[in-house]
């Protein structure tokens, strides 16, 4: 019996536990999930600086500055980025300074190198209208104790570059699920092989290494099996140290399909073995101790939807993200959708944005053995049970796969 799509995965989600933690250096962390919560040790800036290349001055002083009232005042120091000076700033007085410099004591204000002309120690300021907004001050970005960053997010460049400035070289981020993936079929053979009649090559673990990658998982490619238990679950107990192990193929119910026995053999307790959606109907799920089995349909664009729908949110919770599922938006059809649905349907589609409207486009090769709108596809249309077919224009909901 097929069960529904949303008790399926609340089955599996509840199935699994987040991944413990570990250390990893930096420069490695893009895309993996912090698993601390970060704490500012420091002000940022940690203290007042200069934006701009100029003279620190007191701003007062050159605040109705202009060309036809020029204010000359006399250089007492120069400092770089890096350097500081201790020499007060006083009326009368400027300092020259370069981005990023801290300024000196008494300096209110800086104005662009730009708005002046030097003479040897003299500078005269043509424009001093502003200068003190010219100053970043200590703190104002970052505060000493403030909370920054929470376990779960995801270390984008933004937050690559923010852990540098809180001088966390090794962050704590949780460590990723090892995925098991394997190609059960004896017509399937590996990539570079050449195919005689009968055999295809075997694309579901490349794609779903894919699909499992971009979900934070670590890949362990196991090769493929023939339709054969002992094959089948040799592979499977060889992969011992995965935390989850896939398989495609063989989940159907056809002579050859014999995930369904391997679990006996192995003793993994199935949880469900149909989910009421298409493509994507056949997927044995398993539970042995704390792992879990997931056996995909053999069709590629089939496993790749029982992967969206039921393994990548398992993979997110697993691998500590705060948010497991896809954002949704409405959509208008931009085309005809002309079939009848009775199992929930995912429709690989591209969306665009058009005026204030985003328009869905169901794309041409539909069927669950094609890869083509899988390629192309930018998002999924979501049809719901017993639809009839929709005209242009109907309202649907569309997942978005990428940009
Ligand atoms: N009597 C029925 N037959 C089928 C049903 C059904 O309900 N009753 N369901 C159909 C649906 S829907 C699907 S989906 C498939 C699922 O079949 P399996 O999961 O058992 O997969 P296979 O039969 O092993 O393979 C299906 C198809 O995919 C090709 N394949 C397999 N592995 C790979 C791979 N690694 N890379 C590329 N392509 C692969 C395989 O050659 C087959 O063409 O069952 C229907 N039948
Ligand atoms: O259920 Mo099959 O999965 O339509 O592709």
């Not at 019996?1 to 089955?11: D, F, G, P, R, T």
């Not at 050449?194 to 290494?209: A, E, F, T, V």
């Not at 056996?295 to 993200?321: C, D, H, T």
Request: charged share 20%; proline share 7%.
């Amino acid at each position: 019996m097929a069960i529904k799509l949303e008790i399926a995965q609340e089955i599996l989600l509840n199935s699994v536990n987040v991944m413990p933690k570990e250390r990893v250096t930096l420069s490695d962390c893009w895309h993996r999930v912090l698993a601390e919560t970060v704490v500012s040790d420091i002000d940022f800036p940690p203290f007042d600086r200069s934006p701009l290349d100029g003279y620190a001055l007191v701003a007062e002083e050159v605040a109705n500055a202009a060309p036809d009232n020029p204010v000359v005042l006399r250089q007492i120091d120069n400092i770089p980025a890096g350097g500081l000076s201790q020499k007060p700033v006083t009326p009368g007085t400027a300092c020259r300074i370069m981005t990023g410099a801290p300024l000196p004591p008494g300096a209110t204000g800086v104005v662009r190198l730009e708005d002046t002309v030097v003479d040897g120690e003299m500078v005269t300021v043509l424009e001093g209208k502003g200068a003190n907004k010219n100053i970043c001050f200590r703190g104002e970005e970052i505060c000493q104790g403030e909370e920054l960053i929470s376990p779960g997010t995801v270390i984008n460049a933004g937050v690559m570059g923010m852990l540098a400035v809180l001088g966390k070289g090794r962050p704590f981020v949780f460590c990723k699920p090892r995925v098991a993936l394997i190609a059960t079929g004896s017509e399937i053979v590996p990539v570079d092989f050449p195919l005689s009649l009968g055999k295809i090559r075997n694309s579901n673990s490349y794609m779903l290494s894919a699909l499992a990658s971009e979900a934070g998982a670590q890949i362990v490619l196991m090769g493929n099996a023939a339709d054969d238990v002992d094959q089948i679950a040799h592979l499977l107990e060889a992969a011992s140290d995965c935390d989850v192990f896939m398989t495609t193929g063989g989940a159907s119910v056809g002579d050859y399909d014999l995930i369904g026995e391997v679990y006996k053999k192995l003793g993994i307790t199935v949880l469900f073995d149909r989910v009421s959606i298409k493509p994507g109907m056949p997927v044995l799920a398993g539970l042995r101790e704390d792992k879990l089995f997931l056996g995909l349909s053999g069709n590629p664009a089939a496993a790749a939807i029982s992967f969206e729908q039921l393994v990548r949110p398992v993979l997110l919770k697993m691998g500590g993200r705060k948010v497991w599922w896809r954002p949704r938006v409405k959509a208008v059809l931009a085309a005809a959708f002309n079939k009848k649905t009775g199992a929930k349907r995912f429709v690989w589609a591209r969306c665009w944005q058009k005026n204030n409207d985003i328009l869905a486009e169901p794309l041409y090769f539909q069927s669950n053995g094609m890869l083509k709108s899988a390629m192309a596809a930018n998002s999924l249309i979501v049809i719901p049970e017993d639809t009839p077919p929709l005209p242009a224009g109907a309202e649907v909901e569309v997942i978005l796969l990428s940009d």
